[in-house]
């Protein structure tokens, strides 16, 4: 009998240590499809980001030419209904000008085939500015939300998306 129970110690033990293995490499996929999906999320529209970002820079310069060619407009082929007197009439120092010190994004998102940003451009003033994904012209946003998004998306966006703005400074 002693002979038999030692034969039959180890029985099991190779299922146990290969289900222990499909175990870790579930739980290391998982993981690393909930990271990446995370990170995609909060970096998915860091290039439009990037694109206003050098916007923001040029206003603060005064350097209003070359933010004016970043918004996708040329002195020669000035954009239609947004002449360069118009664009400086906006962002220059007359008027409602912005101020340096609070000029800057304050929210991202994803909609459809571009990415609504908002600006703060000083204390009284906030912009919605629409940037293209595919030339990465600037404009002012068609429409102060993202029409068609579903009530998942919208929360998604109020809550881990609070974690993007950090990044937008």
Not at 80 to 103: E, Q
Request: charged content about 20%; some cysteine; glycine content about 8%.
């Amino acid at each position: 009998m002693p002979l038999m129970a030692a034969y039959l110690d180890n029985y099991g033990a190779g299922e146990e240590r290969r289900n222990r293995i499909i175990f870790r490499i579930v739980a290391i996929t998982l993981t690393l499809v909930v990271l990446g999906s995370f990170f995609w999320y909060i970096f998915r529209n860091h290039h439009e980001e990037g694109v206003v970002r050098n916007f923001l820079a040029a206003v603060r310069r005064g350097d209003f030419r070359t933010a004016y060619t970043i918004w996708g407009c040329t002195p020669q082929h000035p954009c239609s209904g947004y002449s360069y007197d118009t664009f400086v009439g906006d962002w220059g120092p007359k008027g409602d000008a912005p101020d340096p010190n609070v000029l800057g994004l304050t929210d991202s998102e994803s909609c459809n085939e571009g990415v609504l940003l908002t600006l703060a451009v000083n204390r009284t003033r906030t912009e919605k500015l629409w940037v293209e994904r595919g030339n990465d012209s600037i404009s002012f946003a068609p429409y102060p939300i993202c029409p068609h998004k579903s009530p998942y998306a919208i929360m998604l966006h109020r809550t881990i998306g609070r974690l993007r703005k950090p990044l937008l400074k």
